[in-house]
Structures are given as structure tokens and as C-alpha cells.
């Protein structure tokens, strides 16, 4: 059951709440405990004691020793009476010489010691009392021996005592447990407040991660984790922006050139259309790079179908028109589940790099390995070094800064290629073949095979 006020209280509020309940519960059955085990402990004491001072008086009234007063027992039993069986006091101690009949407990011959207790006292006190037959006759007397409650037996005395006692304690296991939180959720709290600090502008700062690997420690790598996560995104984003403007800078700056040297040499206007329509078809190539781009995050709300991943790569290989032979080697029946569109953007973005960079021939294969679905595409061209070989997936990454930009290429086809195989749940890598050549290697899981017919 949820108490809605306890959700307005901190953590270590509630942890301290929790505590205290925990150790009330713990301690008020042994404070009550120890209160009956302590007044049972004294009362078994004191009628002890006054056992022994009414034996030792009733041997002397046996053998007719009885002295007048009567010395006080020991362990503090100073209130001794001897009394006939018509309640006359014949004897006492001195302290209680002026007192009535300390008890009307009076032991039969069958039972000859009994115990109690008693309020014969003035002040309306309470006593111990162990009474004690002399002798089985009938006319035998009755000695009363006694001694008068502690005052922490009185009254409730011994309650409160035990309940102050666990008061205490609870309280102070509630303070404990407060320091001991606050000083457990303090890097919680430094967190928090660097957290707060961050702003979009700003993700370089980290929160302090504290020693250990407790909790909190895993809190705060998470948290630095997803902070470098934010700052790497954003910093691509950034870069993003920075290249696509550039990008598209490029070919509308060239359409205005263009147009304005139309305007200027009218003679020259069917050059200058022309120019102007190829550098449209670059910015139309662009703009439709990064929409597919901005479209293949969501693909799980496209349907998928399953493909033949040679007839795939055979039907759009079959399309170009490159000057550069395509070898194709393809192993029949590798089927997966995807978006036939994405998937083709896959191989050609891939065969068109190869195609731009490759000195004589590509090489095309289609296999199926280990419940996975292989597409290596492979050229002769110059070897890519091993630390630029993630970086030529990145968005308008090129490798040579002098390139020009009309080569064909909008900078998005490795980028692309890589998401929509992220998207299908795959990989796409670039790596050397056995011969040396350029590879890149795509892998995406097989199609579950179909049921069987019924």
C-alpha cells in the first residue's frame, strides 16, 4: 500500500523513517522483555532473602531462642513479625515494631511457606513477604519476614525507565542512519548538482566518480558514459550541419553562377542551363541522400519482406553502366528480412565507391556463413590506411581533402550503407581481402526458414 506522503520525503528521510521503525519494533518487545525478566529477577530476590530471615527466625522459635526485638535478616529483610493464630504480634524487629500485621497470608499445615506481597506500610508502600508455619499444630505460630519495595518496583516506575531506554536507542539508530545515508547518498548529491550545471553547450564536464564499484560508482560511469555518448553526438551533429550547408553550398552557389552568366552572355545560355541542371541533379542527389538517411531510423515501422539477396545484387548491378567490369559470384538462396529499397541503396552505395576508386575490376560475392548473410564488394584500387577506415563511414568523410566533388559522389553512400545495415540489425566493415584488395563486407542475419507445408 502506497503512502502518498512518504513519496514527498527524500531518500534518506525515508531510509531513516525506516530505521527507526525497524528498531522500534525490534526493541519494544525487548524492552517489555526485559522489564518482566528484571522486576521477575528482583521479586525472586527479595523473597529469597526473606525466605532465609523467616527460617532462620522460625528455627529459633523452635528451640525457644526467639530474642525480643528481633535482629533483621540479612540482604536488608528488616521487617520481622511473630504471630499467633489470633493475629497477636508477640514479636518483631525493631522497624516493624509499630506497624500492623504485615501480611494476611496465613500458611496452612499443608503448606507451610508462602509468599506475597503486601501494603501495611503508613505511606500506603508495598513489601515482600514470605510467611512461614512453625510447626504442622494447629496452634503453632506464623512468622512474617519482609522487606519493602525498591522504589523502581513502584508504580510504573520500571516502564518508563525501559521505554526512555528504547527511545534513546531508536533515536539514536535514527541519527546513525541518517549520517550513515547522508554520507552514502553524498556522491548522489555531488552528481545531481553537476548534472544540473550541464548544459547543451557545455557537455565536456563530468560528474565525480567516487572509488568502489558500489551502486554509485556505477551511477556516475553511467552517467559520465552517456554524457560522452551526448557530446560525441552532438559533436557530429555540429559537424553534420557544418558539412551539409557546405555540401549544398557548393552546387547552389554554382546553379546562381550559372544563371547570372546566362543573364550576362545570352549566347551562352544553353551551356549555362546545362551546367546549372548538373549541379541541380548533385543538390537533388544531396538533399535525397539525407532524407533516406533521415528515414532509415525508422524502419521498424516499415514493413519488411523477405529478400533473395542475390537476385538483389544481381538486378542492380545489371542497371549500371559503369565503364569498370562488376564480377558477380553469388550463392543462391540467401535470404533476409529487410526494406528492399534500403537494401539496394546498400549495394550501390557500396559498388559505387568501388567502382570510383577501382583500377580495373569489382568483384561482387553473395554468401551465407554461421546464420548470417555475407555481400563483399571488393576493388583494386589504392588501399585504404588502417586509421581511416572508420572514419570513411562518417557523414561527408573524405579521405583526400583535394578531391573534387564531382566525381559523383554526395560523401553520404558509406554513411548511409552503414545505418541501414545498423537499422537490419548488421554491420557493415572495411577491411583487406586475402589478395591485398579493398574490401568492404556487410553482414545481416539470415531469413528464419519458412514452416514447412502442411
Known amino acids: 500500500m502506497s503512502v502518498p506522503w512518504l513519496r514527498d520525503l527524500s531518500i534518506r528521510a525515508r531510509l531513516m523513517l525506516l530505521a527507526a521503525a525497524i528498531s522500534a519494533l525490534v526493541l ?23 525466605t532465609q530471615a523467616a527460617s532462620k527466625v522460625t528455627a529459633d522459635v523452635r528451640s525457644h531462642q526467639l530474642g525480643s526485638p528481633i535482629p533483621p535478616g540479612k540482604d536488608g529483610i528488616d521487617l520481622i513479625q511473630v504471630v499467633t493464630p489470633q493475629r497477636k504480634i508477640i514479636a518483631s524487629s525493631n522497624a516493624a515494631e509499630d506497624l500492623p500485621l504485615l501480611s494476611h497470608i496465613w500458611p496452612g499445615p499443608e503448606e507451610r511457606i508462602q509468599s506475597g506481597i503486601s501494603c501495611p506500610l503508613p505511606d500506603g508502600g ?6 512461614i508455619r512453625t510447626t504442622t499444630d494447629p496452634d503453632a505460630v506464623v512468622v512474617y519476614a519482609a522487606r519493602a519495595a525498591p522504589s523502581v518496583l513502584n508504580g510504573r516506575i520500571l516502564e518508563v525507565f525501559y521505554a ?27 552528481i545531481t548538482t553537476e548534472l544540473a550545471e550541464i548544459t547543451i553547450g557545455d557537455l565536456n564536464k563530468r560528474v565525480p566518480e567516487p572509488p568502489g564499484n558500489d551502486e554509485v560508482a556505477r551511477l556516475a560511469a553511467t552517467a559520465n558514459a552517456t554524457l560522452a555518448r551526448l557530446q560525441r553526438s552532438l559533436e557530429q551533429q555540429r559537424q553534420f550541419a557544418a558539412d551539409a550547408s557546405h555540401e549544398l553550398r557548393t552546387p547552389i552557389t554554382g546553379i546562381r553562377a550559372q544563371l547570372e552568366s546566362a543573364r550576362l552572355h545570352p549566347e551562352d545560355c544553353d551551356e549555362a542551363i546545362s551546367a546549372a541542371l548538373r549541379d541541380t541533379g548533385r543538390l537533388e542527389a544531396i538533399v535525397s541522400d539525407l532524407l533516406l538517411l533521415a528515414r532509415v531510423g525508422t524502419t521498424a515501422t516499415t514493413v519488411h519482406e523477405e529478400i533473395d539477396l542475390g537476385d538483389l545484387v544481381r538486378q542492380e548491378v545489371k542497371r549500371r553502366t559503369d565503364s569498370i567490369p562488376v564480377e558477380l559470384d553469388l550463392e ?36 551465407s556463413f554461421e546464420g548470417l548473410a555475407l555481400i563483399t564488394v571488393t576493388n583494386d584500387g589504392e588501399p585504404i590506411p588502417a586509421t581511416e577506415r572508420e572514419r570513411i563511414f562518417e557523414r ?10 564531382t566525381d559523383g559522389g554526395t560523401g553520404l553512400g558509406l ?20 589478395a591485398g584488395l579493398v574490401r568492404f563486407t556487410v553482414r545481416l542475419p539470415l531469413a528464419p526458414p519458412a514452416d514447412p507445408p502442411e
Open 415 to 434: 554513411a548511409i550503407a552503414r545505418e541501414v545495415a545498423q537499422a537490419h540489425h548488421g554491420t557493415v566493415v572495411l577491411d583487406d581481402s586475402p
Open 126 to 131: 508495598c513489601v515482600y513477604v514470605t510467611a
Open 28 to 50: 519494544i518487545p525487548v524492552a517489555v522483555a526485559a522489564d518482566v525478566v528484571t522486576r521477575k529477577g528482583v521479586e525472586h530476590a527479595m523473597w529469597e532473602s526473606a
Open 396 to 405: 561527408f568523410a573524405r579521405l583526400d581533402t583535394a578531391r573534387s566533388r
Open 164 to 190: 526512555i531506554q528504547a527511545a534513546l536507542l531508536v533515536a539514536g539508530i535514527a541519527w546513525i542512519a541518517w549520517r550513515v545515508a547522508g554520507r552514502a547518498l553524498r556522491p548522489v548529491k555531488a
Open 332 to 367: 543462391p538462396d540467401v535470404r533476409v528480412m529487410g526494406v528492399r529499397t534500403h537494401l539496394a541503396r546498400v549495394v550501390n552505395s557500396l559498388v559505387d565507391n568501388a567502382s570510383r576508386h577501382a583500377l580495373t575490376v569489382v568483384s561482387t560475392k553473395v554468401r
